[in-house]
């Protein structure tokens, strides 16, 4: 059983596992970030260099466009007025060429675009070349969630919930002005890693990986973080649109307390596979039995369960191994139509025995929990020895 | 003087025309169209047909607007609110055994109707309205009345384009029918090679797309044919309207392009199909190659879209403005350089997939087609100058384009340039920038094309103050809908989203509100149409005072298109000079001569 540890002393990190988000727009520390302008384009001005650099150069363009614009729409309106139709009146001749004009018109704004192009090309090295120092963060997209590894192997456990999906959403906590470097790749479909306020994207393939960089912003004396949008930003499928996660932005003495609170240390196979169902099957899966993308694990290991073609298997450990590793081979009924991440390569054995044996915390077919503190797969005594029926 | 018989007067309205029927019985006009070879019914033909498609995508382009009015949200017992398009399949409950909407079982479903629904908008719109749309009706009807000849150059070949055109339509109604696809028009693998995997709803969408490449690559074959050869007698390639350098730039593109698209679209049949692995990653495939073929034929296809809108809009300002286009050759140029330069910058559709040094040579490529689009629109501007202005709805139509598609082309420029690319990839930006320039551009030409020659097809006037109704809703309707996608972008919103957090609603309202001003312009342009042709005034056959050839013609045309060969006098833009055909000098003055 596991036991409760009471708590002697209030969480230090309680403020930063603060499901509440803390977008800069709704705090003080926007007002002096940014124009007007930007404000109406962006929300807020930039908040690290690449984003101010950005901002810049877009704004550079908008301003070389509007003026060109505003010119070009009142000679328009202006010209058809002047020169509207009066019935019995000509128009008067006018000539079919100006060279000297043409000829400036075809330099001004060819010397405009090759601006645009060095900044633009300039800005965006900034981007995709990170500085030595970087901490790298590894990034993998899958549908429809996040992970990402830290240096030292950890993985967020903090979630907040925005009522858009199942699970909540992830908080992945980095310090402030810090470097940062993302190496991403994905586990199926096209994703693309979006942070708008970063004003970065790149995309994320499963047979590459693909990089950007960010400094990020130095907090206000008095935050205590900073909240910062993730989208997934190239079309992946039912839940594209609840693929959301959370950059929170801390102070760096905070931020290698909260790389504490999530290393994880001597676990349990149940808390290892708890552990591992938050991180990858939580956004299709549920463990109280409400319904969700995939079947629920409530009462799922040890039972016999219908799958489409009309028969029924017994959800045991082999089971669960196929299902996590050729998942298409068996679909549940009920669930046709809808294509579960394949794992294999992702989630080796001992992380799906792990997986197993919180699964059979969630069923009444489980037979005898885990041991506390004994590692290893300790299996429950009324269990058959694992086959490997998978083969290659 | 051309040599046109002027004895032959609108005495009888159809008779003698084109549309003239008469004797022949209702099975007999069926067949009589349906096996013609004659260019203008199979103009007229087309026409229907890309309207009938532009209203399908249209409804399913208001359908996503309004899923977008409220976003989706689940709450933790599983009940989903704000979701208002759910076509799932009804599913057994495993626990009840009652029968319920698959959403109800899955909230991840609840997007899927809306994937479905965004997909049917691009795919239709894209493959079955705006590609055919101002080649396949106003080229096929004008291009040879405007070089005065007969007819095309392969008229048999002309009707069998359109068969395939039908034939791959049906395909992707088939494919609808069945559910659609959810994978964008776009088709990306490697989720369009693993959705669906048991039903053939993708495979018969792409097999459409295919099939339609043909009717492309043939119409526009034919088109080149017909420009280089069927010319009327003095009729240099310079005296040619830009129309036709219009459509003679489209169709090189069309078949140089097309065949890209048909084998890449079978590549990805034969994979989800045969399982060859080219696009797969798990195989040793590649996505991203996939996404370069892809491109290498949908970035010149916009300029097929535009380039004719363009060759309208050159119309549209000399005929209602009683003027010489400024800068003909720079145009005529102007049209064939972008054509040429559309091939060598597709990778800007994925920057956030390629290398740097990738990335670099496509962004510099992409800003010098730029240019000569700039000039057009200078030339354009240039136009106006000292010209007589008559404000009717296709000269409405003609500026609103410069307004329009001036916005769409310099809000391409944040997109080509590469750091700000970046941010704005996948984002409403993107959305907003494509729709200022093909529906702004192409769409509010093709709008002009129709109000401007309307008269000429059908012999049949409209109400010119309903239209220009329409006009005043379709162009207010159209900015509010789309402007506020720029801002949306910038703030962070990506595309292809069923649902969004909070602070994007207020912008998501204010466009479909917009939509639905922009719709009900389009229904009155649609019943004005309908009208004129059941209770319309007769049209004179130049009311516009025009002078390209097809001004010379009968409205409607005789089935010959003129009853006499033309003799070219004198060219298309010369209003300082001549009296346009069928019209008095009391009511189209010229200019007195300068000494």
Known sequence: MMQEV???????????????????????????????????????????????????????????????????????????IKYRRRPGVPAEPSPSHNGPLEILWTVVPSSAMILMFIFGFDGYMHKVVAPTNAIQLNVTGFKWDWKIKYPGGEQTTYRTSLGTKKGGVKIFVIPED??????????????????????????????????????????????????????????????????????????????????????????????????????????????????????????????????????????????????????????????????????????????????????????????????????????????????????? | MTAIDTTHTQKH????????????????????????????????????????????????????????????????????????????TPVQDPDTGEWIRSYDISPGQAGNTYNRTFTLHGAVMIFMFIVPAIPAALGNFFLPIMIGAKDVAFPKLNLFSWYVYVFGSLFGVIGLILGGADTGWTFYTPYSIQTDADYWRVTLMVLAAFILGFSSILTGLNFIVTTHKLRAPGMGWFDMPLFVWATYATSIIQVLATPVIGITLLLLIFERVFRIGIFDASMGGDPVLYQHFFWFYSHPVVYVMILHGIGIISELLTVHGRKHIFGYRAIAFSSLGIAGVSFLI?????????????????????????VPTAIKVFNWIATLYKSSIAINTPMLYGLGFLFLFSIGGLTGLPLATLSTDLHLHDSYFVVAHFHYVM??????????????????????????????LGFALVFIGFNVTFFTQFFLGTQGMPRRYASYVDDFQTLHQISTVGSWILAIGLFIHLFTFLHSLFAGPKAPPNLWGGLSLEWEAESPPCAHNFHHEPLIKHGPYDYESVVPPHCSEEDFPLPKQRS
């Open chain 2, 346 to 370: 597709w990778g800007h559709h994925l920057f956030a997939a390629m290398s740097p040094i990738a990335a670099m040579v496509f962004s510099a490529l992409t800003f010098i087609v730029a």
């Open chain 2, 439 to 468: 529906m702004g551009g192409t769409v509010i030409a093709f709008l002009g094309g129709l109000h401007h020659w309307w008269p000429k097809m059908f012999g049949r006037m409209y109400n010119e103050k309903a239209a220009m």
């Open chain 1, 178 to 392: 810090t470097p940062i470097k993302l190496v991403m790749t994905s586990n199926d479909v096209v994703h693309s890693f979006w942070v708008p306020d970063f004003r970065t994207k790149m995309d994320l393939y499963p047979n590459r990986f693909s990089t950007y960089t960010f400094h990020t912003e130095k907090l206000e004396p008095d935050e205590l973080y900073r909240d910062h949008w993730i989208f997934c930003a190239e079309y992946c499928g039912n839940s594209h649109s609840e693929m959301y996660g959370i950059f929170r932005v801390v102070p760096r003495s905070d931020y290698n307390d909260v790389l504490n609170d999530w290393n994880a240390g001597s676990m349990t196979p149940v808390q290892m596979g708890e552990m591992l169902y938050k991180s990858n099957c939580i956004s299709c899966h549920t463990t109280d039995g409400s319904p969700n993308i995939g079947p629920s694990w409530k009462n799922l290991f040890g039972y016999e369960r219908a799958i489409s073609g009309g028969t029924t298997v017994l959800a045991d450990e082999n089971y669960v191994l196929e299902s996590v590793w050729y998942p298409t081979k068996k679909i549940a009924a009920g669930y046709e139509g809808q294509t579960m991440t394949n794992f294999s390569g992702i989630l080796d054995q001992d992380q799906v025995a792990a997986i197993v044996a919180y699964m059979k915390t969630l069923s009444d077919k489980g037979g005898a929990p885990e041991g506390e503190s004994t590692g290893g797969e300790d299996a429950g005594t009324n269990e058959e020895p694992m086959q490997d029926s998978t083969g290659g």
């Open chain 1, 6 to 80: 009471a708590a002697a002393a209030p969480d230090p990190l309680a403020a930063i596992k603060n499901p509440d988000l803390s977008l800069v727009q709704d705090s003080s520390a926007a007002q002096h970030l940014g124009g007007l302008v930007e404000k109406i384009f962006f929300r807020t001005g930039g908040q690290n260099p690449v984003a101010v650099n950005t901002d810049g150069l877009f704004l550079m363009i908008f301003w070389f466009s509007v003026f060109f614009f505003i010119l070009l729409m009142a000679l328009m309106v202006y010209w058809v």
């Open chain 2, 13 to 88: 309205h159809d008779e003698g025309s084109y549309l003239d029927h008469r004797g022949l019985g209702f099975w007999g006009t069926i067949w009589d169209w349906a096996s013609t070879v004659d260019h203008k019914k199979i103009g007229v033909m087309y026409l229907f047909a890309v309207l009938t498609m532009f209203f399908i995508g249209g409804v399913a382009g208001l359908a996503v607007r309004a899923e977008l009015w409220e976003p989706m949200r689940t709450a933790e017992d599983g009940t989903t609110t704000g979701v208002l398009l759910n076509f799932g």
